[in-house]
Each structure stands twice: as C-alpha cells, then as structure tokens.
C-alpha cells in the first residue's frame, strides 16, 4: 500500500522559512522511486487546489508557478524516497495546506495540473501571519 505523509508545515511571520518534506513509500515506489515524477500542491481557504512546483523523474527538470519563482525550491531525494520543497521569503498569501502527490513518469514529465497524479497525501498547514 502506498503511502505519501508531508510533514514541515507550520506558523511563520512572513519574510520567514520554511522546508516541507515528503515521504513516499510502498507499492513501486520502494524499489523505483525514480520513475515517478512528483510535485507540490497547496489549497487555500475558499480557493481551487492549484499546482505550485513539479520535478521530473530524473531531477533535471523543474516548474513553479509563477508567484513562487524566485522564492520556492524543489528537490528530491530518490536514496530516501523524499521529496522536498524549501520555501522562502513567505508571505502571508502562501498560508495553505500543501500536499505533495507522485505521477507514473512514463505518463507525464512536469506538471503542476493535479489530475495528472496519482498519489496524493493528506496534506501539511502552512500558515504566514502579517
């Protein structure tokens, strides 16, 4: 069975940091990490989900929309099965639930539409206060 369990999210002021991680594990993901693509989504109150940053299945290639440019990074960790996302200069239109989800890479390379995954967790709170 697999399972996808976020974790880092928390209260900061903004201008603060934060670094989420992800691990993913069960299911082909123990034995080929590394053939999936991954990203992070977050929804906030009242608002559509919306994809925030991808990585492909190599490492080589990465997205982000565009309000997070310049401030979020992803990256990955196939050794531990990890996928990370280290947030910078947050501002209190940051504060959501993120979620990170995983995709078959042999279906997509990047991608920061959500029906594109399929493995979801059940999200970690973000919160930037003013």
């Known amino acids: 069975q697999v399972q996808v369990v976020e974790s880092g999210g928390g209260l900061v002021q903004a201008g603060g940091a934060l670094r989420l991680s992800c691990t993913i594990s069960?299911?082909?993901?123990?034995?080929?990490?590394?053939?999936?693509?991954l990203g992070w989504f977050r929804q906030a109150p009242g608002k559509e989900r919306e994809g925030v940053s991808c990585i492909n299945w190599s490492g080589t290639r990465t997205q982000y929309t565009d309000s997070v440019k310049g401030r979020f990074n992803i990256s990955r960790d196939d050794g531990e099965n990890k996928l990370y996302l280290q947030m910078n200069s947050l501002q209190p239109d940051d504060t959501a639930i993120y979620y990170c989800a995983a995709a078959p890479s042999n279906g997509i390379d990047c991608s920061l539409d959500g029906p594109d995954f399929d493995y979801w967790g059940r999200g970690t709170q973000v919160t930037v206060s003013s």
């Open positions: 069960g299911g082909n993901f123990d034995d080929g990490f590394d053939d999936f693509a």
